[in-house]
Each structure stands twice: as C-alpha cells, then as structure tokens.
C-alpha cells in the first residue's frame, strides 16, 4: 500500500497526504516514495504549489521508524543519491528545498524528529493552534539529529531557541512554534484547512517562472549547504548507535513508543525520565 497519496487539485495545485500506519512513521519506503515524487516535482511543467498534509488527526509524521534495520538505512541508494553521492535521506531534503515549486507543510498533530526535519525543508510551514505538536527529541535520546535541523533552526529562530528546542527535546505546542518561528502561523483547527487551501490556490493562480525565479533568489540568502546535511546525518548514525541510546529506545519501546498512546501522545516528557537500569518512568 501507498504511504503517501497524491491529489491534482489542478494542474497547478497538488496535495500530497501521508496515511502510513497507527502514528504515521517515516521509514525507508517513505523516503523511496518521497523521492519519487520529488521527482515528479522536479520535472513537471506545471505544477506550482503542493501541500503536505496527514490522513491522520494526531500524527503528521510521528518521527523516522526505530525499529528499521540499520544496515538497511545506511545501504539505501536511489538514483539521484548516487549521481549527487549522497544518502538518500540528505539527497531527498536538500533537492526538497530547491524545488521550482513552493512546498506547504499543513501541520495537524505530533511533528517531530525525521517529521519535523521534513516540514524544515519545506518553505512555508502552517500548524492547528491547539492540535499541532513539534519536537526533536534525539538528544534526549542520547543522539544527534541527522535531517538538518541544526542547520534550519537556527536561522529561523535564533541560536537560543534553537538550542532550547534542540537540547531541551520537549515538545512545542502549536501556538509556542508560531512564537519561535518554528512555523509560520498557528490558526484555530476548524480554520487551518481552508487557510492553506486558500493561501495554496491563490500562488497557484501566479505564474510560474516569477515563483520559481523568486524562489531561487531567496534560497541564495539562507539555504543551508549541503555540507551542513551531510555532517548532521553522519553525526545521527553514530550516535544512533552507541549503547546508551540504544537502552533509551529500548525503554522507550517498553513505554509503547511507536503505538498510539500515552508513550508516543507525550513523548517529550518520556525522553526526559530515563532512569537507567530503572528505563523510563512515568
């Protein structure tokens, strides 16, 4: 089955919609289909605008899939991240932020690790005030986030949020993201979708060459390099697999991360009561 389902609202317009599993995980077929679709983006001659959005209430995308095989990740290729020699992972968000089309993350429920690296990549970022929720939660983990949140954060919100973001690995609220600049605007739930259909349907009724031609001017004043993606996603396999974070995740599974429920509704606070040979306390 599909993880991510494509609609043509028109040929201008599109909306892609993840619906993968009880908390919408990103795992290795994500990043296959994503990089297909991508693709399709990079090369369409119409298509102007798409929004991200979830199937799911209460998961955007929870975060990348823990229990993936890590000779399976570090393995994965694709044609373009060979042809850039890049891991799949860095190749698929640095060619998501140059795109010739403006991508939207609609964000409705938890966003955090590989999820809130994917809606970084994206230009415009929109979020329900009292049902979105955003987080890295690596570091309380023991590891390093691999996406280029080190390299987005920063020149969104400034070197201390971003730090407090980073190395607290809390949960934010929607209406706390809008503050920091971690997205644009937090609007009331009811009101979020037909804002960005209505933000999405207004640039798609624009012409292309001055979106794409705009665009480009504005990825030459902040764009983080590529370098930046690559060292944080070599900092993340290493770190991800040393034997203290290794227990973290294993408490953490104990705790039902991963699953709906209280493990993964709050895991912000869980990441933060590892107790050692004790796991997690609630």
């Not at 990825?219 to 973290?248: C, H, I, K, M, W």
Request: hydrophobic content about 40%; proline content about 5%.
């Amino acid at each position: 089955m599909p993880q991510i389902h494509v609609r043509q609202n028109s040929a201008t317009y599109w909306t892609a919609t993840f619906d993968h599993g009880p908390v919408n995980l990103m795992d290795p077929d994500t990043l296959y289909e994503l990089d297909a679709l991508v693709s399709r983006l990079e090369t369409d001659p119409d298509v102007q605008v798409v929004v991200f959005d979830s199937a799911n209430p209460d998961y955007f995308i929870a975060h990348w899939d823990m229990a993936a095989d890590p000779q399976t990740v570090v393995g994965m290729a694709t044609e373009s991240s060979k042809r850039r020699g890049m891991h799949p992972y860095t190749d698929l968000f640095t060619r998501l932020s140059r795109l010739p089309v403006v991508t939207i993350a609609s964000v409705r429920g938890r966003v955090r690790g590989a999820g809130s690296e994917f809606i970084l990549a994206c230009d415009i970022r929109f979020a329900s005030r009292e049902r979105a929720v955003l987080g890295q939660f690596e570091v309380g983990l023991g590891a390093v986030p691999g996406g280029g949140t080190t390299a987005w954060l920063p020149r969104l919100m400034g070197r201390g949020r971003a730090l407090e973001v980073l190395l607290g690995a809390d949960d934010f609220p929607g209406d706390l993201a809008e503050r920091y600049g971690y997205v644009n605007r937090a609007l009331p739930d009811g009101e979020l979708d037909e804002f960005v259909d209505g933000f999405a349907s207004r640039i798609a009724g624009f012409e292309k060459q001055a979106i794409v031609e705009t665009k480009a001017l504005v990825n030459r004043v902040d764009l983080p390099s590529d370098d930046e993606f690559v060292a944080a996603l070599n900092g993340y396999f290493a770190s991800f697999s040393r034997p203290g974070t290794q227990a973290r995740a294993a408490a953490l599974f104990e705790l039902g991360v991963q699953q709906p429920g209280d493990g993964e509704l709050r895991l912000g606070h869980h990441v933060a009561q590892y107790k050692g040979d004790a796991g997690v306390q609630n």
